[in-house]
């Protein structure tokens, strides 16, 4: 039985379609590393240029700190503020946003009185700092409360080291003043 087998030679066919199963077992392996797998870790600062993009990324030069469209809000920054706090500090659950400083004290909250707090952004200075905020007209700011309560928000001062937020909370009738968590976020166009 084995001189059988060891003088028989493969067919031209089984040859053929041995080589297009490992070119395939190839071609399936290379595209499961590519699909949807690159994230902003992987890319060096500065490093995608608009010829990268498919399209060319629809305008000249680099595209650099998210500045694809000059209409573009951009999230600057968020914080969720624990809001059950005694009035002075308020603790800070979360915060982040493109350029808001990711170490303490990047974000600070204080309870003013019952239900009025400020919320205090510090800007990431490696980042370019708070870009095109010169003053509370450039930004758009929004407010949300737990507990069915109502939340308001106003920028009190802004520029591109810090923004200061106040925001008012009140019950769900909005008679009175409620004490809650709640979540802020301020966005600003990145170019004019």
């Known amino acids: 039985m084995r001189s059988k087998l060891r003088g028989r030679l493969p067919s031209p066919a089984f040859i053929i379609s041995s080589i297009a199963l490992f070119v395939a077992m190839g071609g399936v392996a290379y595209a499961s590393v590519g699909s949807n797998s690159v994230r902003s870790g992987n890319i060096v600062n500065d490093a995608v240029t608009s010829a990268d993009i498919k399209g060319g990324g629809g305008k000249t030069g680099d595209i650099k700190n998210r500045d694809v469209n000059a209409l573009l809000a951009v999230a600057k920054g968020f914080a969720t503020i624990d809001g059950t706090n005694a009035n002075g500090n308020a603790t800070v659950l979360n915060f982040g946003g493109q350029q808001t400083a990711t170490s303490p004290p990047g974000v600070t909250a204080a309870r003013q009185s019952s239900g009025t707090y400020l919320v205090t952004f510090k800007a990431n ?44 909370l009140r019950t769900f009738n909005g008679a009175n003043p409620a004490n809650t968590d709640f979540a802020v976020q301020f966005y600003a166009r990145t170019t004019n």
């Open 125 to 168: 200075t490696g980042t370019g700092k708070f870009v095109k905020v010169d003053s509370v007209d450039d930004l758009t700011i929004q407010a949300t409360a737990e507990d069915f309560a109502n939340a308001s928000a106003e920028a009190i001062s802004a520029n591109e080291n810090e923004i200061v937020v106040r925001v008012r």
